[in-house]
Nanobody
Framework: QVQLVESGGGVVQAGGSLRLSCAASGTMNIMAWYRQAPGNQRELVASTTNSGIPNYADSVKGRFTITRGDAKNTVYLQMNSLKPEDTAVYYC??????????WGQGTQVTVSS
């Protein structure tokens, strides 16, 4: 059973930074970060392919950076200039070489104003 384990969430003041990490127990072709705030639908924050090509939601462009680890089973999300509206549970997401999709358990990010 493939597992994705996130870490790095927490509480930070507006304008601060956090770095999220996600490690998968298997190789993933595509890895991404989603987030879900209370009362909102889960939304894509950023994604990256095996070759490292990133894609970002407009709301985080210029502030967040997604990167893959050398082993291709890890993904990171560097979040800078955080805003209160970035407060959400952040989920790691991966798609394996067999096109199976997996979710992490989520990590809370809270940005105080």
């Amino acid at each position: 059973q493939v597992q994705l384990v996130e870490s790095g969430g927490g509480v930070v003041q507006a304008g601060g930074s956090l770095r999220l990490s996600c490690a998968a127990s298997g190789t993933m072709n595509i890895m991404a970060w989603y987030r879900q705030a209370p009362g909102n639908q889960r939304e894509l924050v950023a994604s990256t392919t095996n070759s490292g090509i990133p894609n970002y939601a407009d709301s985080v462009k210029g502030r967040f950076t997604i990167t893959r680890g050398d082993a291709k089973n890890t993904v990171y999300l560097q979040m800078n200039s955080l805003k209160p509206e970035d407060t959400a549970v952040y989920y790691c997401y991966g798609i394996s070489s067999r096109s199976y999709a997996y979710w992490g358990q989520g990590t809370q990010v809270t940005v105080s104003s």
